[in-house]
């Protein structure tokens, strides 16, 4: 076993090793093929190969001196659009002379600027359109302003299928040397789901116990991993708790940093399991989606996570009556 | 954007804080004495009521003496099980960067267990083992869960500052904040509050935040009612009125910023509509909003705040159909606020680790921290050999594998085969 974080190094370096997002993978080779690139945006949830798709794009792009050519800016590290600005600017003055006459940015985190910003961002872009192409990488595209999108590609990752991600693990655990039950790589899709860096980080956390992986080490790995109780906060809200659950809402949120995007997955995939009538399953189900749009347009998660554990609350209620 | 003057205006130096003088004597001269050696008691007891500056004087000392101050509150340690995990810093005095440690246990009143059992055993037996001085804060130092552990504390009671004192801090603030004070204003919201400076200032902000001045009737109104109902006239509209029309005037009285009170709001909807589809109706009113904030944000179109405003003044009221009247129900201060100021040393050391990786591994820090730190935390604590490569990987300092691995034989063990 190598002693490294094996997310990084089985992240794969050219478009032809990603193992999903097929029809992303066929348009950014297309990209490749006529030697240009347009600004994209890079949407979707974590773990799906935003920014690996970036980084292969650039190798694939310049060849293995990708690295002179390329730029990785985090918009919620850096200091605001002035390194953006300064960066873009230093890239203008050195600019290659080889074939390709552009660098190319990678801001992740893009969702993350402020509306102000943004606007900087996009004066940027246009003024820099010549010398620097910009590859915005984050998790909702409708915290990006509309001029900006218009200005862009748009490119949606999607969670990994079943298929993809055991492909990618099989692979990483036979070059490890891990003992895996199969009951183990289900148990990691089941409560990765697609997110392909949180099943990397999961299956080297249970490996690094030293025996062989049933669903039990994968469980346990991660109940450590992730202290909060997403099931639990959906009970104390159905039992007509709502203050109570909002409260544990908060801790997830505020204190362990979880996603919207997260936690509504998981409570989507809880409220299947729960013993109730097959037909609120459904009911909330289009609750959850709604809530869910409402969060990749952008809107706050708090909130709106709130509106949907007082929806749970009165669902609670009225099952209690019978409805 | 909207912080708390409680957090904003904390005391930041010995000087700054109000009353207590005698409490700081007995404090200064016991830390002091671990200069000279570890002194008999190993653990200094603060109590007192709420928001009489306890934890403040703990940060401010700390601050003066230029120690390190490693603060954990109850949500950190309610069971044995979380003490075990930072024991192992309180078995060091000096840290790496040769400053003096103190450990600070907050809200002492949250742990479970006795003197033999859980949490409480944890602290003491922490305590009988410790390096550096450590500080506890409880609001009862004599419930009896605490009787064993008494017994190894220096006891320091802190006792409510004096109206004046409470007056003399309301002023500061008011000077920071640019706004001309009425003396009487100030004594009123200070008599009212109890003595206690943090609801003090809580107080302060909800009137004065915004406005250049503050006259005796700005608050005179305060003096009519109990300061539980110190609450404002606008929430008392929008979670009463009964039709559209009365519950939108709040809004152009309310002569209050939209975005804290939209948090107030959505603070209070719960308290105020017990109904579970009451509630429903009305957070579903705050969500849609919220939806059109983010409109504004994206769009920058200002017109569409009206229907901000429509949702969380009319659509809060009109969603009050069942809840049963239950008489006069106390507003309060939006949590989320306090939420983001809590646990902020252990962002920060999540931040520093949370650089390293992102050195490594092409994520924000942030990210870095939720996402990838809670698995290189199993490891630490699973595997040692694993562990130090990976902590060679992403070059962490001895602190930081401290922090993550927890326990102190397994940083041992890490550091051993860092070295091979």
């Known amino acids: 076993m190598s002693y490294e974080m094996w ?242 809402l908060r801790e997830m949120i505020l204190k362990y940093g979880l996603a919207g995007s997260d936690i509504i997955r998981q409570i989507h995939i809880e409220i299947f399991r729960f013993n ?22 952008g809107a706050d998660e708090e909130v709106q996570l709130s509106a949907l554990l007082a929806r749970l609350t009165e669902a609670g209620y009225e099952m209690k009556r019978g409805v | 954007m909207y912080a708390a003057w409680t957090v904003k205006h904390k005391p930041r130096t010995i000087s700054e804080v109000v009353g207590n003088e005698e409490a700081f004597q007995k404090l200064v001269s016991w830390i002091n004495s671990w200069n000279k050696g570890i002194p008999k008691k190993r653990a200094a007891f603060l109590y007192g009521p709420p928001g009489v500056g306890k934890t403040v004087a703990v940060e401010a000392l700390a601050h003066d003496l230029k120690m390190e101050l490693v603060e954990k509150n109850a949500s950190d340690y309610r069971t044995a099980e979380a003490v075990k995990r930072f024991a192992g810093l309180a078995s060091q005095y000096a840290t790496l960067f040769g400053d003096k440690r103190m450990i600070l246990l907050d809200e002492l009143d949250g742990i479970t267990g006795t003197a033999d059992r859980g949490g409480v055993r944890e602290v003491i037996e922490t305590i009988k083992n410790a390096r550096c001085p450590v500080v506890l804060i409880a609001n009862n130092a004599y419930d009896p869960r605490f009787s064993t552990l008494r017994k190894y504390c220096l006891l320091v009671e802190f006792k409510k500052p004096t109206i004046l004192q409470v007056m003399k801090h309301l002023k500061k603030v008011c000077a920071i904040e640019e706004i001309m004070a009425d003396e009487r204003a100030l004594r009123l919201i200070a008599e009212r509050s109890g003595r206690d400076v943090r609801s003090a200032v809580n107080d302060l902000q909800a009137l004065a935040q915004g406005r250049r001045q503050l006259a005796y009737e700005d608050v005179a109104w305060l003096a009519e009612r109990d300061r539980k109902e110190v609450i404002f006239n606008v929430l008392r509209t929008i979670f009463y009125a009964r039709d559209c029309a009365e519950a939108k005037r709040a809004i152009d009285t309310a002569d209050v910023d939209p975005d804290m009170l939209f948090q107030w709001v959505y603070e209070n909807a719960p308290y105020q509509l017990t109904d579970a589809r009451d509630l429903a109706k009305a957070m579903e009113a705050l969500a849609r909003a919220d ?35 239950s008489g006069w129900v106390p507003f309060r201060f939006p949590e989320r606020v306090r939420w983001l100021a809590r646990s902020k040393q ?11 990786i992102r050195r490594r591994m092409h994520v924000s820090s942030v990210q870095a921290a939720k996402e990838i730190l809670p698995y290189i935390r199993v490891i630490f604590e699973d595997n040692a050999e694993m562990a130090a490569g990976i902590a060679k990987w992403l070059d962490l300092d001895e602190d930081m594998i401290r922090y993550i691995a927890g326990n102190e034989s397994q940083v041992k063990a890490i550091i051993k085969n860092l070295g091979s």
């Open chain 2, 346 to 356: 252990e962002r920060e050391m999540q931040k520093l680790i949370g650089m390293k």
């Open chain 1, 276 to 297: 109730i009538p097959e037909r609120w399953k459904i009911k909330l189900a289009d609750t959850i989606g709604e809530i869910d749009f409402r969060l990749v347009q």
């Open chain 2, 291 to 325: 939806v059109y904030r983010g409109r504004i944000r994206a769009t920058q179109d200002w017109a569409l705040l009206r229907y901000v405003f429509d949702l969380m003044t009319a659509g809060v009221a009109l969603s009050r159909q069942r809840t049963k009247p």
């Open chain 1, 7 to 248: 997310a990084e190094k089985y992240r794969p370096k050219s478009l032809g090793e990603m193992v999903n997002q097929k029809e992303i993978v066929e348009r950014l080779k297309s990209f490749v093929k006529a030697k240009n690139i347009p600004h994209c945006i890079f949407a979707g949830p974590p773990g799906t190969g935003k920014t690996t798709g970036a980084l292969c794009l650039a190798h694939d792009f310049y060849g293995e001196g990708y690295r002179e050519h390329l730029m990785e800016l985090n918009a919620s590290d850096e200091r605001g659009i002035n390194v953006v600005r300064e960066t873009v600017k230093t890239f203008a003055r050195t600019r290659s002379v080889g074939e390709i006459p552009f660098k190319i940015m990678i801001l992740d985190e893009a969702d993350n600027m402020t509306g102000d910003a943004q606007q900087a961002l996009r004066r940027t872009m246009e003024r820099f359109t010549e010398t620097c192409r910009f590859i915005l990488i984050c998790n909702y595209s409708g915290k990006i302003i509309e001029p900006i999108q218009s200005r862009c590609a748009p490119f949606r990752f999607t969670y990994l299928s079943r298929e993809d991600q055991y492909a990618y693990l099989r692979h990483v655990i036979q070059k490890e040397n891990v003992k895996m039950l199969d009951e183990g790589l289900n148990a990691i899709f089941e409560v990765c789901g697609g997110d392909l860096r949180r099943a990397v980080n999961t299956l080297q956390a249970a490996a690094s116990a030293g025996k062989p992986i049933n669903a039990d080490t994968v469980y346990s790995v991660v109940g450590r991993a992730n202290p909060a109780d997403v099931r639990n906060m959906i009970e104390v809200a159905m039992k007509g708790d709502f203050v109570g659950a909002r409260e544990k």
